[in-house]
T-cell receptor
Framework: QQQVKQSPQSLIVQKGGIPIINCAYENTAFDYFPWYQQFPGKGPALLIAIRPDVSEKKEGRFTISFNKSAKQFSLHIMDSQPGDSATYFCAALPLQGAQKLVFGQGTRLTINP | DAGITQSPRHKVTETGTPVTLRCHQTENHRYMYWYRQDPGHGLRLIHYSYGVKDTDKGEVSDGYSVSRSKTEDFLLTLESATSSQTSVYFC?????????????FGPGTRLTVL
């Protein structure tokens, strides 16, 4: 049972382009939505996170857009660079309790020079 | 890396053998987690701990057990490994106890069950 659905599975973008990764969730108890970035051979690392009381959050070149009514959120990477090539995971969790993260399936992003 | 180490980093074993993976933290955090990562599934929670000797099941706990006898160590045991348990296993710690506190992940253990 996949509670967070992520698309696309893979994405190739030219340097400077704006890759967009989308996620959708069903559980209305989720109220915190982090994105993780993972490089080969490494563990996932927190990139940016959002709560549903805001519709957008920016940190540097990374932006999360959040649509609470549609239960969807997305990651945009502005002015993408080859160093952004990695696997990206969206996740969700309810703020109450033990913080059991539910991950999307992941998107392998490649930024070509 | 928030002071998390995992051992071993790589292991190859045979079906039916017991396997124990170790997660060690140096900063006395209360919450620790074990996840497995498989293509097409992202990361899925196996078990987690909220204190010494306090553990609970996650989404994919069948075939796994855990123990936490010291704050710094969280062990994941496969009592009788199967090929379906071939995966990359990540340990994570949660900094603090606020709901939005970040989880930091260790470097992972790649397990192959033949």
């Amino acid at each position: 049972q996949q509670q967070v659905k992520q698309s696309p599975q893979s994405l190739i973008v030219q340097k400077g382009g704006i890759p967009i990764i989308n996620c959708a969730y069903e559980n209305t108890a989720f109220d915190y939505f982090p994105w993780y970035q993972q490089f080969p051979g490494k563990g996932p690392a927190l990139l940016i996170a959002i709560r549903p009381d805001v519709s957008e959050k920016k940190e540097g070149r990374f932006t999360i857009s959040f649509n609470k009514s549609a239960k969807q959120f997305s990651l945009h990477i502005m002015d993408s660079q080859p160093g952004d090539s990695a696997t990206y995971f969206c996740a969700a969790l309810p703020l109450q309790g033990a913080q059991k993260l539910v991950f999307g399936q992941g998107t392998r992003l490649t930024i070509n020079p | 890396d928030a002071g998390i180490t995992q051992s071993p980093r790589h292991k190859v074993t045979e079906t039916g053998t017991p396997v124990t993976l170790r997660c060690h933290q140096t900063e006395n955090h209360r919450y620790m987690y074990w996840y497995r990562q498989d293509p097409g599934h992202g990361l899925r929670l196996i078990h987690y701990s909220y204190g010494v000797k306090d553990t609970d099941k996650g989404e994919v706990s069948d075939g796994y057990s855990v123990s936490r006898s010291k704050t710094e160590d969280f062990l994941l045991t496969l009592e009788s490994a199967t090929s379906s348990q071939t995966s990359v296993y990540f340990c994570a710690i949660r900094l603090g106890t606020s709901g939005s506190d970040t989880q930091y992940f260790g470097p992972g253990t790649r397990l192959t069950v033949l």
